[in-house]
């Protein structure tokens, strides 16, 4: 496994990560669930990614039973809020009462004493960035978070809150996390050079497109098939990505080794990029995935891949 850091900070993270969004604690059993985790950091993973609204909690429950036995310095983990966690009107977004208040129950639940990065899982327009910043940068001075970040946040936003950050000489975000893969370029055009400029890691999620990028539904998605059922996937399933998929499957056959070895491996081309997170069904799918990390794709390869991509 090889690491990198999280743009400018002094935080080194494994180039394939693991998080727990619709499988720990939900899709995945919770034994299963345990086999994989560990595996992961047997495999080298250090960064867990997990958010309070994965399966309502369980996700960071789940990973709490793995990293009680393992020395917590060796690992980085994070989590997320913003989403609702119940009915009660201030147990969501990024207002300071939910940050402060949802910070202790994901600490709880990791049973841990601290994140090494804590990310705002989207923008909140009902609440103030400088809010937002504010109670970040006291999380920090507490001890409960090492950094923070931003998810799914747009190039003004993610701007907005490092210029109130440096009006206010406090902590800035020095991460987003977006999704990215070869079938979503967006962050190309303004998330990755804003990110850049203010040195800001980027740590991506969905980067084999929940499964597209496999190759499992190059001929559309199989009856009873995630792909069949899940809404989150229902915009990328058209004949385009298909025949997409299909000729980077090919691509990948001829250099020997599984398109999602090869989507994964096209990510980390871009140095602006921290690490991929997956999302494992199998101690075997994991070891598969990681492989990536030590794939190297020449110019022709890139420069093949890009022309199929459009």
Not at 1 to 30: H, P
Not at 186 to 193: K, R
Not at 267 to 274: D, F, G, H
Request: aromatic share 8%.
């Amino acid at each position: 496994m090889k690491y990198r850091k999280v743009g400018k900070s002094g935080l080194s993270i494994s180039e394939i990560s693991i998080g727990g969004w619709l499988t720990y604690g939900g899709t995945v059993d919770e034994k299963r669930s345990i086999a994989i985790l560990r595996e992961a950091i047997a495999c080298g993973i250090n960064f867990i990614d997990m958010a309070d609204i994965y399966s309502k909690g369980k996700a960071e429950e789940v990973a709490g039973k793995v990293i009680k036995d393992f020395q917590r310095s060796d690992l980085v983990l994070s989590s997320k809020l913003f989403w609702p966690m119940s009915t009660d009107p201030n147990d969501r977004g990024l207002g300071r009462k939910h940050i402060m208040e949802s910070v202790e129950k994901t600490l709880k639940r990791l049973g841990t004493d601290y994140l090494d990065l804590y990310f705002c899982h989207r923008y909140d327009p009902e609440s103030e960035t400088e809010e937002t910043v504010r109670a970040m940068d006291d999380l920090v001075h507490q001890g409960k978070i090492l950094y923070w970040g931003t998810s799914v946040w747009e190039a003004e936003q993610i701007t907005d809150a490092v210029e109130i950050a440096n009006s206010f000489r406090v902590y800035r975000p020095v991460v987003e996390q977006p999704r990215y893969n070869m079938l979503d370029r967006h962050i190309e055009a303004e998330i990755l050079p804003t990110c850049s400029k203010y040195g800001m890691g980027l740590v991506v999620w969905s980067p084999l497109c929940q499964g597209l990028l496999t190759g499992k539904y190059n001929d559309g998605p199989p009856p009873g098939s995630r792909g069949a059922e899940s809404r989150w996937m229902r915009d990328d399933l058209n004949e385009d990505n298909y025949e997409k998929c299909r000729k980077l499957t090919s691509v990948a056959n001829d250099l020997g080794i599984k398109l999602s070895q090869l989507a994964l491996a096209w990510i980390l081309r871009r140095e602006e990029i921290s690490c991929a997170i997956i999302g494992a069904t199998s101690p075997e799918q994991l070891k598969e995935n990681v492989m990536a990390s030590e794939i190297s794709l020449s110019d022709d390869t890139l420069e093949q891949t890009e022309k199929i991509l459009g």
